[in-house]
């Protein structure tokens, strides 16, 4: 009875689901934590340090200011100041920002830093991934 009543307390949240394992993930094992289901883990990459952001859904969920940036490698979209990619553009190539765009990044990156834990890295192929 007791748990039952914290599960209903406001601010609860069920156990994360689906990969709150700390490892590195690929591309494409990053986009299931998109922040779309919501008892799963909402994870957003920044200079290829994959962070926890679980704990803010009002933010990285669906619907929040920033919901298009879980579930990926944000660099460039946090870099340009942009909510999407061009078509072909990789998410991980940084070698073409300006001084200014890295330097926004290099902020963003502090960020996350500063506010939530990085529970892996973002890998390019699935060699060493589990």
């Not at 299931?32 to 009002?58: H, L, M």
């Not at 990044?105 to 060493?128: M, N, P, R």
Request: charged share 30%; net charge negative; with cysteine.
């Amino acid at each position: 009875a007791a748990s039952e009543a914290a599960e209903t307390a406001p601010g609860w949240r069920p156990p994360a689901i689906r990969g709150a394992e700390k490892r590195d993930y690929t591309l494409g094992e990053l986009q299931q934590f998109d922040g779309c289901v919501p008892e799963a883990s909402i994870f957003v990459a920044v200079k290829r340090n994959i962070y926890d952001v679980t704990s803010r859904p009002d933010l990285y969920g669906t619907g929040g200011a920033y919901s298009y940036l879980p579930g990926k490698d944000a660099s460039r979209l946090l870099a340009k100041m942009k909510p999407k990619l061009e078509e072909g553009e990789d998410p991980l190539d940084l070698s073409d920002l300006t001084e200014k765009e890295q330097a926004t990044l290099d902020q963003w990156d502090a960020f996350f830093a500063k506010k939530y834990e990085v529970v892996g890295k973002v890998i390019v192929s699935d060699v060493g991934a589990r």
